[in-house]
């Protein structure tokens, strides 16, 4: 049973634009939502993380929207740029003592210049 | 500071064949976790740790093993290989904090295995 669904699979953006990419969860114990981000050949890496009492967190051109009711939350990336084209996931971390996060499928984005 | 390594990293076994990944991280880390990565299938937990001298299974433990004698070092085994453990295997880490701070996992490069 996947508990993280992650949606689209793969997106392409132009330059500039903006790259939506959604996630819904069905735990309701969930306490903390990372976005990590991998480039090819790469290990992944902690990109935005927010709390469920927190709506909205900022960093830079990186926004995560997050709606406990409806339990979902999204990755927003403004003005995005060729740079940023990588393979993002979501996850959710489960309360408790071994800080297990799960992830979703992943989503494969590219920037066209 | 290296952060954490994989050895090796990239490896091809014959089914049936056993190997040993090897995991190892420089920032004291408490908590150490393994993972394999699969198109279209996001990451996976197989085992994880949260000291040393203890292990736990994950989401998908079968055909693994796993131990951890050290605190730095967190080793996942394959005893007989079989060509559906064929996939990336990353590695990861995680401090023991206190007081609900921030949570990051840090990864290593990743372990690219094939099973023939």
């Known amino acids: 049973q996947q508990q993280v669904k992650q949606s689209p699979q793969s997106l392409i953006v132009q330059k500039g634009g903006i790259s939506i990419i959604n996630c819904a969860y069905e735990n309701t114990a969930f306490d903390y939502f990372p976005w990590y981000q991998q480039f090819p050949g790469k290990g992944p890496a902690l990109l935005i993380a927010i709390r469920p009492d927190v709506s909205e967190k900022k960093e830079g051109r990186f926004t995560i929207s997050f709606n406990k009711s409806a339990k979902q939350f999204s990755l927003h990336i403004m003005d995005s740029q060729p740079g940023d084209s990588a393979t993002y996931f979501c996850a959710a971390r489960s309360g408790g003592s071994n800080y297990k996060l799960t992830f979703g499928k992943g989503t494969l984005l590219t920037v066209n210049p | 500071n290296a952060g954490v390594t994989q050895t090796p990293k990239f490896r091809v076994l014959k089914t049936g064949q056993s190997m040993t990944l090897l995991c190892a991280q420089d920032m004291n880390h408490e908590y150490m976790y393994w993972y394999r990565q699969d198109p279209g299938m996001g990451l996976r937990l197989i085992h994880y740790s949260v000291g040393e001298g203890t292990t736990a299974k994950g989401e998908v433990p079968d055909g693994y093993n796993v131990s951890r004698l050290k605190k730095q070092n967190f080793l996942l085994g394959l005893e007989s290989a079989a060509p559906s453990q064929t996939s990336v295997y990353f590695c990861?880490?995680?401090?023991?904090?206190?007081?609900?701070?921030?949570?990051?996992?840090?990864f290593g490069p990743g372990t690219r295995l094939t099973v023939l």
């Open positions: 990861a880490s995680r401090p023991l904090l206190a007081g609900g701070s921030y949570n990051e996992q840090f």
